[in-house]
């Protein structure tokens, strides 16, 4: 899918998560303050599911909002658009809990109809359409922004635990980065077997140097821990990354 970058700002974004959400109510209010203080935010399409029906097709669509806070971590919301209510037209539901979010995908599944739901593990939660589509990246241009990039990427350093992490060489060159520009990777991936749920994301961060170089980090962030501790990592390229989480998937017995 490549980078898909939401418009307007976090603020704006979140005001409107609320607004068509027809269970915004349920939302602690500590929730949408903490995504209005975000630096930015980013929108993907989680997971699509269609059923066939004599008056017309329904349907439903998981959508992951994701807010990075000031503080360098991240906050999650999962918009759940569906069209099983009482009109033709869709309905909107916001969760910040993603057990929740799975209890409503269910209720809606059984709802509009189709295949029992357990007969769905293990499937794509994505069309194939779509997987086809998302294996050619769209190209978004980068925006900097000058705002303690140096700081930035010292914070991002040092949050790394996998010991092959870019060394002193690098924090050396980073020390001298004046602006930078952070992207959320989003990523298709496979329902995992199991009750626990596991995901990773991938953080792409593009830092301009002094002398007019760039340095690009690739961070990711995933739970794919024996204690379901999460976990952020950083690379200095994006394969190094994928491969890193292939190979805890891989240790865990999980499919990504």
């Not at 994505?126 to 978004?140: D, K, N, T, Y």
């Not at 990427?153 to 980065?177: I, K």
């Not at 520009?181 to 995901?199: E, Q, V, Y």
């Amino acid at each position: 899918m490549g980078h898909l970058r939401a418009g307007g700002t976090p603020a704006e974004l979140m005001d409107g998560l609320l607004a068509r959400a027809q269970n915004g109510f349920e939302i602690d209010d500590a929730v949408p303050a903490q995504a209005r203080s975000a630096q930015m935010h980013q929108s993907e399409l989680r997971s699509c599911r269609q059923c066939n029906d004599p008056s017309g097709p329904l349907g439903y669509s998981t959508y992951r909002h994701v807010f990075l806070l000031p503080d360098g971590s991240s906050l999650l919301l999962w918009e759940l658009e569906h069209s099983s209510g009482p009109d033709d037209g869709p309905h909107h539901e916001l969760y910040a809990d993603e057990d929740a979010l799975a209890l409503a995908e269910r209720r809606v599944h059984e709802r509009i109809g189709g295949a029992r739901w357990e007969a769905l593990d293990g499937l794509p939660l994505w069309p194939e359409q779509l997987l086809h589509q998302a294996a050619e990246p769209l190209e978004s241009p980068r925006t900097y922004v000058a705002d303690n990039s140096a700081d930035h990427a010292r914070r991002v350093l040092r949050r790394a635990e996998n010991p092959d992490r870019p060394g002193e060489e690098t924090e050396r060159l980073l020390a001298t980065a004046f602006a930078h520009d952070i992207a959320l990777a989003p990523k298709p991936r496979r329902r995992s077997g199991g009750p626990d749920t596991t995901w990773c994301r991938f953080y792409e961060h593009a830092f301009l140097l002094a002398g007019g170089d760039e340095i690009v980090l690739w961070e990711l962030e995933h739970n794919l821990t024996h204690d379901g501790r999460l976990v952020c990592e950083v690379y200095l390229d994006e394969v190094s990354a994928e491969l890193a989480a292939d190979r805890h998937a891989r240790a865990l017995g999980v499919d990504l």
